[in-house]
């Protein structure tokens, strides 16, 4: 029941966010579908198993949350089975982790879902984000390229650099996934910060 009860959170908000006016066009847009896709993502159903809800839970939650799937990506990058199976978890955990990402960065603003605990706070869990999206790639190249991890690893921080990039066939579509990710990341990184900086200034 808790569950059920989670999930009829969802969509209320859901339906909160369709019939908003808060926010409009294509922000509006980008805020219905990420909260949506939100459904796909294991916060939520694990957050309504433990709670009977979707949101509003301790803030504690989202930072073991995190931490938890940095560590699977990085047993997924260091396990010693074949690693073409261990591709498809870390696009999906890599996928989410922007989903959730995107939903705290752009969904506090609305009146009904409620602020960010702090942006220092945010800060710190953006930096984790960061570093799942390494080691999610590092997964890529060393399954692409059947690399041991700390090359893959070290590949992919040459890319999130800017200062290299793996020259071996078969790496330039990853090469170009990781680089549109990381340019994602920033854009978000940089429009969530100026933001605050923006408000704070305001007050």
């Not at 990420?34 to 957050?47: A, E, G």
């Not at 509003?56 to 073409?84: D, G, K, P, Q």
Request: with cysteine.
């Amino acid at each position: 029941m808790q569950y059920i009860g989670g999930l009829k959170e969802w969509w209320c908000i859901l339906g909160r966010i369709y019939s908003t006016i808060e926010v409009r066009g294509i922000e509006w847009l980008f805020d219905l579908v990420v909260f949506f896709l939100m459904i796909l993502t294991p916060s939520l159903p694990i957050q309504s198993l433990l709670w009977g809800r979707g949101l509003n839970v301790s803030a504690r939650f989202a930072e073991w949350y995190t931490a938890i799937i940095f560590v699977l990506m990085c047993l997924l990058l260091w396990s010693h089975f074949s690693l073409s199976p261990w591709a498809l978890p870390a696009g999906y955990l890599l996928a989410t982790t922007l989903i959730v990402l995107f939903n705290v960065t752009f969904l506090p603003k609305l009146s009904f879902i409620g602020p960010s605990v702090s942006p220092e706070r945010s800060l710190l869990l953006f930096i984790f984000n960061l570093a799942q999206t390494v080691v999610a790639f590092a997964v890529f190249y060393r399954w692409s390229l059947n690399k041991p991890p700390g090359v893959a690893l070290f590949k992919s921080l040459l890319v999130l650099g800017t200062v290299g990039y793996p020259t071996e066939e078969g790496a330039q579509l990853i090469v170009a996934l990781q680089i549109i990710t990381d340019i994602l990341l920033l854009a978000v990184f940089l429009a969530f910060f100026v933001g605050k900086l923006g408000s704070r200034k305001a007050e």
